[in-house]
């Protein structure tokens, strides 16, 4: 069994660009069910399909295996639609990996900064970049905006039923 257990920060400036890698990624989703979410993730030469549960807390399951890359091809094109494009940008900071995400086309301007912890007590130093904490606020899962991309959000955000994951 994996756990995984997530921070999630608004992002404040690009500073986080100087010393990170950068990869593409495609990502859409199979099941959005509330008790569990079935994604596919294409990222350069390698694919993934992943489960995750219901979030306690801070906490839920993630299971992730590795799938050809045709055949997650296949599984996007039967993902719900919009399909998430974003840059990611991995690196260290106090010992800890931080992945940026930059989002892409109905997302644009979407930035989210995310820390995965050992412990859901563990203390960690935010770098300068990461602003307000949105851990716990369901419609900056990345599941939601296909519900509800980023660009919708000033129009009629009242009106649109997020995801509860």
Not at 111 to 140: H, R
């Amino acid at each position: 069994m994996s756990l995984e257990i997530e921070r999630k920060f608004l992002v404040t400036d690009d500073d986080y660009k100087k010393d990170a890698e950068r990869s593409l990624y495609w990502q859409g989703y199979l099941s959005d069910d509330p008790e569990r979410i079935v994604r596919v993730r294409i990222c350069g030469g390698s694919a993934f399909l992943t489960i995750k549960s219901k979030k306690d807390g801070l906490e839920r399951y993630e299971f992730e295996y590795p799938i050809p890359l045709p055949d997650a091809e296949i599984l996007l094109s039967l993902c719900k639609k919009p399909i998430i494009r974003k840059y990611r940008y991995t690196l260290a900071y106090k010992g800890l990996i931080w992945q940026v995400d930059e989002f892409l086309d109905e997302n644009q301007g979407l930035v989210i900064a995310e820390v995965e912890l050992e412990d859901s007590n563990q203390t960690f130093e935010k770098p300068p970049w990461a602003g307000k904490e949105v851990t716990s606020d369901p419609k900056y899962y990345n599941v939601s905006l296909i519900h509800h991309p980023y660009n919708m959000w000033d129009k009629k955000p009242e009106q649109v039923k997020m995801g509860c994951r």
